[in-house]
Nanobody
Framework: QVQLVESGGGLVQAGGSVRLSCAASGRTFSNYRMGWFRRAPGKEREFVAA????????YYADSVKGRFTVSRDNAKNTVYLQMNSLKSEDTAVYYC?????????????????WGQGTQVTVSS
């Protein structure tokens, strides 16, 4: 049974940092792309970042480039999202996702598995 479990969310002040973790289990993810998405209140789900597990290739939404960094730890089967210089508009529930045959990293429909989400609230 595949499980993606996010952690690390919370309340942070604008300009601050937080690191999210996504612990993956239940199968081998070496051929997968791992994505981070977010959903703010009243808004559509939005792509944030993605990383190809095998190569480490990364992709970012323009809104987070230069502020967020996605990485993975193969030994721990965990993907991270380091978020710096946080803004109030980064407030959202953040979701981790895994997809094997993703061709467009930003498309939610191309991901097969999703975590339950973790709330990040940025206070101004």
């Amino acid at each position: 049974q595949v499980q993606l479990v996010e952690s690390g969310g919370g309340l942070v002040q604008a300009g601050g940092s937080v690191r999210l973790s996504c612990a993956a289990s239940g199968r081998t993810f070496s051929n997968y792309r791992m994505g981070w998405f977010r959903r703010a209140p009243g808004k559509e789900r939005e792509f944030v970042a993605a990383i190809r597990w095998s190569s480490g290739s990364t992709y970012y939404a323009d809104s987070v480039k230069g502020r967020f960094t996605v990485s993975r730890d193969n030994a721990k089967n965990t993907v991270y999202l380091q978020m710096n210089s946080l803004k109030s508009e980064d407030t959202a529930v953040y979701y981790c996702a895994a997809g094997r045959w993703t061709t467009v990293p930003s498309r939610p429909g191309e991901y097969d598995y999703w975590g339950q989400g973790t709330q990040v609230t940025v206070s101004s």
